[in-house]
């Protein structure tokens, strides 16, 4: 064992260097980020870039610390609905992650551990939606929304995302390993299915609870595609759709943008470090071998 | 008698199974099946989006979509991009992920660890569109990435094209998307790693191998279930993939190199409006789907051999 | 805690599924305007939509505003599912697909205060309407007007040891030469252009490049694409000499210029943009707008041109959804006349041409700076192309030009390809 020691130093120093470099690569971008939302655009697109936004930018009489910023919350057209935008956004993602948490278990367990006639039909039709892109779909699902007179509405922007075949997917891997022994044994006792749902296999499924509610309410949260469609009125746009204006072609600008994206990204983040233990823990409960 | 009985009750049990699908089969029906239906009928229609006439027109679009360049934007052009984004980005995914996962196993203070996570899964907290943002600014010729380039390459001045040319543009993409999603599958695979038991690791430290040889023989075998689920996953979401190839087409960049084909599908259905080659289009990238998780199923079956 | 947050999001839930949907009753008229996005003009717009509404208590005019990039899809989208909206406004090149669809209604004269076609032609300048009229009828009336010609910043041709009165370009040669002075590299990397085009809106300002030459888009009689092989294959080699590959003088990758050129950075010294831009200076940077260090000067040609052809110019028409009933389509018109009638506001405000007659030969339109040389430009330009498949066309000439300028595509395979592609696309509809 000794003998290695020396080896195992280099090795280590060697490993640590690896980490570091892979630890630049990933957080540097959003570092240029935060730093960038406190520039102007001549100073994001330096050659050389300095880091430190330089002092004559403050000094100058036009700008203060946090004009960027200004001007990402007031918009193009002095019209602040970024704070409406970004509640729009909450609203959707936890509504769609909830649903998504309680739809997909109790379907998950549906197809875990009964044996009906025709599971595997529906598991497998289920598994199909997973493979057709979003955008073969889109002009149909447009048809079915505003067929409902759903149109800028939270319903219109909730409701096609209520529940996900991941979501069910990973409900069913998880619930396949869960002892049945546990849901006989209250069959026993006279708990009624439901009962035993909700009192059983629910409480049981906390850690798989928490990273499909994190990924949904993730995804949700990134969707661009679906509300630039059904939210066109300005209150009903979310957070994604007015990250976008900045980046049109007719008011590029560069500083604005950061302060925006620094500014959208802000909840996520808190929510990421606070649940962090979920999101790292959690996101591999999927995993085949206890499936 | 008595098994008679048995049988109603488990039968009574099996219809609250399916009562329990149903909510979920309901939205599913009117968001997914539908639409998806909906989808494939138009397949095999000369649809556009404006008129409200449409005839039936067999296979037509598929022969088209085969045969013919959709308007200088062919098919064959978007499987090759799908392809070359799929392959070039999920096999170092992979082996960087389970290397990083690895090496992270070997710290020895679980602190350590718990930041390295962190920090490499931070990228994927953030929203596509603000990660698009970021990069085309950083990709601009006066960007960042030209200056480290240049730093790197002791080179002065030199403009890499890195949005432009045309196989810089796919190495972009594909720096944008392995940057968004390695943090999650080091993570997968750190979890696949913590089920291992340390019992075989001190067996093999007993046996005198070397690391070397015990993540070879030992690790790796093990980790096979993990590895085909993780592969197999990032394979799925690599041929989905479509904002990042369309915000960069958006910023100027050329179309060609990274029309994939959910972009291709989003040209032809959406802005060029012919709904039926659309359709025939994402009927092609369903089977291709299906093919990789037949694929998926039968490594995961080959796999579930592996015992501890 | 954990009650609070379950009562939360029963409460979210709730709200979520109640809120908006209010009903409407049956003789309320609900006009959704959808139009693009325009930081300076959406004040004025909602005013006057304020103002309408006041006129008549029984119109609700709901306005959403998109990016002009998308909203063509968005309004396709919408008719596609059969909910387009009321009144919308496109560029020429999206007109002939909602018209030749019967999406779009013919104009209601008298809803609208003129009395017959004749009378609505007869109130624009000549050409304006061209594009939106079928068979008589007219289909949409222009929100604005736009031309293009080249913006210039002084300081920056000073800096470069220039005159800007006298060395301006004339010719697309000159083009060259002059960029050639004002760049300002880091070796292959443009720290300064000269000049940028108008990527990638290459039927306004490549097309035109083509025509001096001699060539066309398209035959007189739509049966042939990409006429004038010497034409277009120097223009293409033109292209390819200014990209990075030749002369390096600027690509579709950097910033675009006409939002950089507000900001007087010194990073560009030219650029492609309408009058609109003025009133863009003017809001973004009055500083600079007062300086009088910016001018405009023509769309330049080549030296050995055959015809004097400028930039395009096209416009935004709005439209009615022909799907509606009769008196939403008569009370969309009359919202649509009602919104026209400010034409001097528009110009002044936001610098927007509505091209009447009235005010293209008014004095708030001849005060307006630079105004002549663009309504110099207007008379060497034609329509910007509307027929069937514009806008796949102008993707196709991107994937040349940009074929040839950044992927090493030979100017002559990229012609061929072109060609096929064009040609393929007008034989669709024979």
């Given at each position: 064992m000794n003998k290695f020691v020396g080896k195992v130093g280099i090795v280590e120093i060697l490993v640590w260097i690896f980490l570091i470099l892979v630890f630049l690569f990933t957080v540097?971008?959003?570092?240029?980020?935060?730093?960038?939302?406190?520039?102007?655009?001549?100073?994001?697109?330096?050659?050389?870039?300095?880091?430190?936004?330089?002092?004559?930018?403050?000094?100058?009489?036009d700008r203060t610390f946090f004009t960027n910023f200004v001007k990402a919350i007031m918009g193009n057209n002095e019209n602040a609905t970024f704070f409406r935008n970004m509640f729009n956004s909450f609203v959707v993602a936890i509504v769609d992650s909830v649903t998504t948490v309680l739809l997909a278990s109790l379907c998950g367990y549906g197809l875990a551990k009964f044996n009906f006639k025709g599971r595997n039909i529906v598991f497998m039709s289920i598994m199909a939606t997973m493979m057709i892109p979003f955008e073969a779909i889109m002009i149909p699902l447009y048809m079915v929304v505003s067929g409902m007179d759903l149109m800028n509405s939270y319903r219109g922007l909730i409701l096609p995302f209520m529940v996900s075949a991941f979501g069910v997917?990973?409900?069913?891997?998880?619930?396949?390993?869960?002892?049945s022994e546990y849901l006989d044994a209250a069959r026993v006792d006279g708990l009624s299915e439901p009962r035993i749902y909700s009192s059983i296999v629910l409480p049981n499924c906390k850690p798989v609870i928490a990273t499909l509610g994190i990924l949904s309410f993730r995804n949700q949260w990134d969707n661009l595609l679906w509300p630039l469609l059904v939210a066109q009125r300005?209150?009903?746009?979310?957070?994604?759709?007015?990250?976008?204006?900045?980046?049109?072609?007719?008011?590029?600008?560069?500083?604005?943008?950061?302060?925006?994206?620094?500014?959208?990204?802000?909840?996520?983040?808190?929510?990421?470090?606070?649940?962090?233990?979920?999101?790292?823990?959690?996101?591999?409960?999927?995993?085949?071998?206890?499936? | 008698m008595k098994k008679n009985k048995v049988y109603s009750i488990e039968q009574q049990q099996a219809r609250w199974g399916f009562l329990f699908t149903v909510p979920c089969l309901i939205f599913f029906a009117v968001f997914s099946f539908y639409p998806i239906i909906y989808a494939f009928q138009t397949s095999f229609t000369d649809r556009q989006v404006l008129s409200r006439n449409y005839d039936y027109v067999g296979l037509e679009n598929y022969v088209y979509i085969f045969t013919k360049n959709n308007g200088g934007f062919p098919l064959s052009n978007s499987i090759r991009a799908t392809l070359i984004f799929t392959i070039g980005t999920f096999i170092p995914m992979i082996i960087m992920s389970l290397i990083i996962a690895t090496f992270l196993m070997q710290l020895r203070r679980d602190k350590y660890r718990g930041f390295f996570q962190l920090m490499y899964y931070m990228p994927a907290v953030l929203s596509s569109v603000v990660a698009a943002a970021i990069w085309m600014i950083i990709f601009d010729p006066r960007g960042l990435m030209n200056q480290v380039s240049n730093f790197i390459m002791r080179s002065s001045g030199v403009?890499?094209?890195?949005?432009?040319?045309?196989?810089?543009?796919?190495?972009?993409?594909?720096?944008?998307?392995?940057?968004?999603?390695?943090?999650?599958?080091?993570?997968?695979?750190?979890?696949?790693?913590?089920?291992?038991?340390?019992?075989?690791?001190?067996?093999?430290?007993?046996?005198?191998?070397?690391?070397?040889?015990?993540?070879?023989?030992?690790?790796l075998p093990l980790l096979k279930p993990t590895t085909a689920m993780v592969s197999i996953m990032a394979m799925l979401q690599c041929l989905k993939t479509f904002?990042?190839?369309?915000?960069?087409?958006?910023?100027?960049?050329?179309?060609?190199?990274?029309?994939?084909?959910?972009?291709?599908?989003?040209f032809t259905g959406i802005r060029n409006g012919r709904l039926g080659r659309a359709s025939a289009m994402s009927l092609v990238l369903f089977v291709i789907m299906l093919v990789f998780t037949y694929l998926q199923l039968v490594a995961n079956r080959s796999s579930e051999d592996v015992e501890y | 805690?954990?009650?609070?947050?379950?009562?939360?999001?029963?409460?979210?839930m709730a709200f979520s599924v109640f809120a908006g949907g209010a009903g409407e009753s049956n003789d309320e008229i609900v006009i959704e305007f959808w139009t693009h996005e325009d930081a300076t003009r959406q004040a004025l717009e909602d005013q006057y939509i304020a103002e309408f509404e006041e006129m008549h208590p029984n119109v609700t005019i709901n306005a959403t505003r998109q990016a002009s990039s998308r909203l063509v899809e968005l309004v396709q989208t919408a008719f596609a599912a059969g909910e387009g909206p009321t009144v919308f406004n496109l560029t020429n090149d999206a007109v002939y697909s909602f018209v030749s669809t019967g999406n779009v209604a013919p104009m209601d004269y008298e809803a609208a205060g003129y009395a017959d076609a004749a009378a609505v032609e007869d109130a624009y300048i000549d050409g304006m309407l061209e594009a939106v009229t079928y068979d008589g009828e007219v289909y949409g009336l222009p929100l604005e007007l736009n031309n293009w010609c080249i913006f210039i910043n002084k300081q920056v041709f000073r800096d470069a040891g220039l005159d800007p009165e006298t060395d301006y370009p004339k010719t697309w040669e000159e083009m060259v030469e002059v960029s050639e002075k004002l760049v300002i590299r880091d070796g292959d990397i443009l720290v300064r252009r000269g000049y940028d085009f108008r990527y990638p809106y290459y039927l306004e300002?490549?097309?035109?490049?083509?025509?001096?030459?001699?060539?066309?888009?398209?035959?007189?009689?739509?049966?042939?694409?990409?006429?004038?092989?010497?034409?277009?294959?120097?223009?293409?080699?033109?292209?390819?000499?200014?990209?990075?590959?030749?002369?390096?003088?600027?690509?579709?990758?950097?910033?675009?210029?006409r939002s950089l050129f507000n900001r007087n950075n010194n990073d560009i010294a030219m650029c492609t943009t309408g009058l609109y831009q003025e009133a863009r200076i003017r809001s973004e940077n009055p500083e600079f707008y007062e300086s009088g260090d910016w001018m405009v000067v023509p769309y330049p040609v080549f030296e050995d041109a055959v015809a004097d052809v400028s930039a395009c110019h096209y416009g935004q028409y709005y439209m009615v959804n022909a799907n509606e009933d009769p008196e939403t389509i008569a009370m969309a018109w009359e919202f649509i006349a009602f919104m026209l009638s400010h034409g001097e506001d528009y110009l002044t405000k936001v610098n927007l041409i509505q091209p009447t007659k009235e005010l293209m030969n008014s004095d708030t339109y001849k005060n307006m700076p630079y105004s002549d040389v663009f309504t110099y430009d207007l008379g060497r330009a034609h329509?910007?192309?509307?027929?069937?498949?514009?806008?796949?066309?102008?993707?196709?000439?991107?994937?040349?030009?940009?074929?040839?300028?950044?992927?090493?595509?030979?100017?002559?395979?990229?012609?061929?390809?072109?060609?096929?592609?064009?040609?393929?696309?007008?034989?669709?509809d024979a």
């Open positions: 540097t971008p959003i570092v240029f980020m935060v730093c960038a939302s406190f520039m102007d655009s001549r100073q994001i697109l330096a050659m050389p870039f300095h880091w430190i936004p330089s002092s004559d930018y403050f000094t100058s009489a997917f990973q409900m069913r891997q998880y619930l396949l390993t869960f002892p300005e209150t009903m746009k979310t957070l994604p759709q007015y990250i976008t204006q900045f980046s049109e072609e007719k008011m590029t600008d560069e500083g604005a943008m950061m302060a925006c994206a620094f500014l959208a990204s802000i909840p996520m983040i808190i929510l990421f470090f606070a649940l962090s233990r979920y999101f790292l823990g959690g996101a591999a409960v999927y995993d085949s071998r206890k499936g | 403009d890499y094209n890195w949005l432009v040319d045309p196989v810089m543009l796919q190495v972009s993409t594909i720096i944008i998307y392995f940057w968004k999603y390695i943090g999650y599958f080091v993570i997968l695979f750190i979890t696949g790693l913590a089920a291992i038991p340390s019992t075989i690791y001190e067996a093999a430290t007993v046996d005198g191998s070397s690391r070397w040889h015990t993540f070879w023989k030992i690790t904002s990042t190839q369309f915000m960069l087409y958006q910023g100027g960049s050329p179309r060609a190199p990274i029309d994939v084909i959910t972009m291709n599908i989003y | 805690m954990r009650k609070a947050l379950s009562v939360l999001l029963v409460l979210l300002t490549i097309v035109p490049m083509v025509e001096q030459l001699g060539g066309k888009l398209i035959s007189d009689d739509g049966t042939e694409a990409i006429i004038g092989e010497d034409a277009w294959i120097k223009v293409l080699t033109f292209m390819q000499q200014w990209g990075p590959n030749g002369l390096n003088l600027g690509s579709p990758t950097y910033t675009n210029a329509v910007l192309y509307y027929g069937p498949h514009a806008n796949e066309i102008q993707s196709l000439l991107r994937t040349a030009i940009e074929g040839v300028m950044l992927q090493g595509v030979t100017p002559e395979d990229a012609y061929t390809q072109l060609k096929t592609s064009v040609q393929e696309l007008i034989d669709e």
